[in-house]
């Protein structure tokens, strides 16, 4: 059975700084990708960052300005999101997501795998 598990989230002033981990168990060999993404009631889910599980190589969402890093600890079979400088539009769930298709990580159909989210709250 595939879990997705994320933590880390909470409430944050502005300016601060969260990390977000997703630990991921029964997950296929053939995991391709992990992802971050997020999302505010009301809207469209929205990607954040991506990283391919093997090599490493991240992607990121424009918005973040160079503020998030993603990462990933493949003896722990998790991935993890250093998020800085948040702003109260970064407020949201936080999902994590795998794949095992390769290409096109923004989008959210892409994906196989999801996490039930951890809620990000930061306060102005």
């Known amino acids: 059975q595939v879990q997705l598990v994320e933590s880390g989230g909470g409430v944050v002033q502005a300016g601060g700084s969260l990390r977000l981990s997703c630990a991921a168990s029964g997950l296929p060999d053939l995991r391709y990708a992990m992802g971050w993404f997020r999302q505010d009631p009301g809207k469209e889910r929205e990607f954040v960052a991506a990283?391919?599980?093997?090599?490493?190589?991240?992607y990121y969402a424009d918005f973040m300005e160079g503020r998030f890093t993603i990462s990933r600890d493949n003896a722990k079979n998790t991935m993890y999101l250093q998020m800085n400088s948040l702003k109260p539009e970064d407020t949201a769930i936080y999902y994590c997501?795998?794949?095992?298709?390769?290409?096109?990580?923004?989008?959210?159909?892409?994906?196989?795998?999801w996490g039930q989210g951890t809620q990000v709250t930061v306060s102005s």
């Open positions: 997501a795998a794949t095992t298709y390769a290409g096109a990580y923004h989008l959210a159909g892409r994906y196989d795998y």
């Open positions: 990283i391919t599980w093997s090599s490493g190589s991240t």
